[in-house]
């Protein structure tokens, strides 16, 4: 495990005094209670802490030990992988759960750090690791590939082997070195709106919140505007992350009077809670879903739990993670002979009930 700068603090704490309480460490670090609960769920993950009423406190055993295989013939030990992911939120822990998967499988140890979308720990996070002699790395940047192109520009002239993760930009970006292995959602997104298309939906729109996913799902919506011949004059709203729920709400309210004066008759919504909030604002309308309006949501990490079950692309989180880890452990055996390979993993599409059937809702 590679600690953030606000988790050693936390563990320094524990190992002073024994234990450590949220609120006092929350109030020490200046940061939320939700924010130090995040690390606490991270660091018992990794088997450092034991989770208490309140707080933590050191776990009783030792992480298991891992397993030897994949050896580096030069050095005579297992490899060292190490792996940055922007936040240990869902999303994350099922691509880390993917790599820990690929990782066991062959032997390799795997190191996780956490940037907190924080460019700035991400740059910290890999000299970290460079610094204790790691055979790879996996990286998701937390800023875009432009924005981290100094970072990787580093790596790439320390020969450090190096595999980005869930992350790519357009053909013109100066990648061409690196692997990558990424979900391909516009493959996903296409298919929600093939599905759509399918069952009678002309007039589509789209909502989503600014990210690294946004830009392709967007792109999904011009290629489907020739491809499927539909319309361009529908709502096609990208917001930046709203920090605040009433502002989110607001947003909701406003595209859902965009659609209503728009004709629209079914929405691709990103993430899942965007889906689920969507899905609220239109009973609240007393608009039937999917009669009166069909909702695809994308990512399904909840959709299955709304009250109406909703339709929802699945990028393959766990999938890609394995994938990654394979990839890299083969970019490292290449050495001088590495050819860079860049990975799409497609998505798939569960269809549930906010797009099929009609007919009004029940009475509440």
Same mark, same amino acid.
């Given at each position: 495990?590679?600690?953030?700068?606000?988790?050693?603090?936390?563990?320094?704490?524990?190992?002073?005094?024994?234990?450590?309480?949220?609120?006092?460490?929350?109030?020490?670090?200046?940061?939320?209670?939700?924010?130090?609960?995040?690390?606490?769920?991270?660091?018992?993950?990794?088997?450092?802490? &034991?989770?208490?009423?309140?707080?933590?406190?050191?776990?009783?055993?030792?992480?298991?030990?891992?397993?030897?295989?994949? /050896?580096?013939?030069?050095?005579?030990?297992?490899?060292?992988?190490?792996?940055?992911?922007?936040?240990?939120?869902?999303?994350?822990?099922?691509?880390?759960?993917?790599?820990?998967?690929?990782?066991?499988?062959?032997?390799?140890?795997?190191?996780?750090?956490?940037?907190?979308?924080?460019?700035?720990?991400?740059?910290?996070?890999?000299?970290?690791?460079?610094? &204790?002699?790691?055979?790879?790395?996996?990286?998701?940047?937390?800023?875009?590939?432009?924005?981290?192109?100094?970072?990787?520009?580093?790596?790439?002239?320390?020969?450090?082997?190096?595999?980005?993760?869930?992350?790519?930009?357009?053909?013109?970006?100066?990648?061409?070195?690196?692997?990558?292995?990424?979900?391909?959602?516009?493959?996903?997104? /296409?298919?929600?709106?093939?599905?759509?298309?399918?069952?009678?939906?002309?007039?589509?729109?789209? /909502?989503?919140?600014?990210?690294?996913?946004?830009?392709?799902?967007?792109?999904?919506?011009?290629?489907?505007?020739?491809?499927?011949?539909?319309?361009?004059?529908?709502?096609?709203?990208?917001?930046?992350?709203?920090?605040?729920?009433?502002?989110?709400?607001?947003?909701?309210?406003?595209?859902?009077?965009?659609?209503?004066?728009?004709?629209?008759?079914?929405?691709?919504?990103?993430?899942?809670?965007?889906?689920?909030?969507?899905?609220?604002?239109?009973?609240?309308?007393?608009?039937?879903?999917?009669? &009166?309006?069909?909702?695809?949501?994308?990512?399904?990490?909840?959709?299955?739990?709304? &009250?109406?079950?909703?339709?929802?692309?699945?990028?393959?989180?766990?999938?890609?993670?394995?994938?990654?880890?394979?990839?890299?452990?083969?970019?490292?055996?290449?050495?001088?002979?590495?050819?860079?390979?860049?990975?799409?993993?497609?998505?798939?599409?569960?269809?549930?009930?906010?797009?099929?059937?009609?007919?009004?809702?029940?009475?509440?």
């Amino acid at each position: 495990m590679l600690y953030t700068a606000r988790q050693e603090a936390i563990l320094r704490a524990v190992r002073r005094n024994g234990s450590v309480r949220v609120t006092e460490m929350a109030a020490q670090l200046k940061v939320s209670p939700m924010s130090v609960r995040r690390d606490i769920t991270a660091l018992t993950e990794a088997g450092i802490l &034991d989770r208490v009423h309140g707080g933590a406190v050191l776990a009783r055993s030792e992480p298991a030990a891992r397993p030897v295989g994949v /050896l580096r013939p030069e050095r005579g030990r297992p490899l060292s992988l190490g792996m940055v992911v922007p936040s240990h939120s869902p999303y994350f822990e099922e691509l880390i759960q993917g790599a820990r998967t690929g990782a066991r499988s062959l032997g390799a140890q795997l190191r996780i750090g956490f940037s907190s979308y924080d460019g700035g720990e991400d740059d910290a996070l890999v000299r970290r690791l460079l610094d &204790d002699h790691l055979d790879g790395l996996l990286l998701t940047p937390s800023r875009s590939l432009q924005e981290t192109q100094p970072m990787l520009d580093r790596l790439g002239a320390l020969g450090v082997p190096l595999v980005i993760v869930e992350r790519r930009q357009e053909a013109t970006a100066a990648i061409d070195g690196f692997d990558y292995v990424s979900s391909h959602h516009e493959h996903g997104a /296409l298919q929600a709106l093939r599905h759509l298309s399918g069952t009678g939906h002309r007039r589509i729109g789209l /909502l989503s919140r600014a990210s690294a996913t946004s830009h392709w799902i967007s792109r999904a919506f011009d290629l489907a505007t020739d491809h499927f011949g539909l319309p361009t004059d529908v709502p096609r709203v990208i917001n930046g992350h709203p920090y605040e729920e009433g502002e989110a709400a607001r947003q909701v309210v406003d595209f859902l009077d965009e659609v209503a004066a728009s004709g629209v008759t079914a929405v691709v919504a990103h993430p899942d809670v965007q889906a689920v909030m969507l899905l609220h604002e239109a009973r609240a309308r007393r608009w039937s879903v999917p009669g &009166d309006l069909a909702i695809v949501a994308y990512d399904d990490e909840t959709a299955a739990l709304a &009250d109406v079950p909703l339709t929802a692309v699945a990028p393959p989180r766990e999938a890609v993670g394995r994938i990654a880890v394979a990839r890299l452990v083969r970019r490292i055996r290449e050495g001088r002979a590495h050819v860079a390979q860049h990975i799409l993993v497609p998505p798939h599409l569960n269809i549930r009930e906010s797009t099929r059937g009609w007919g009004p809702l029940p009475q509440e």
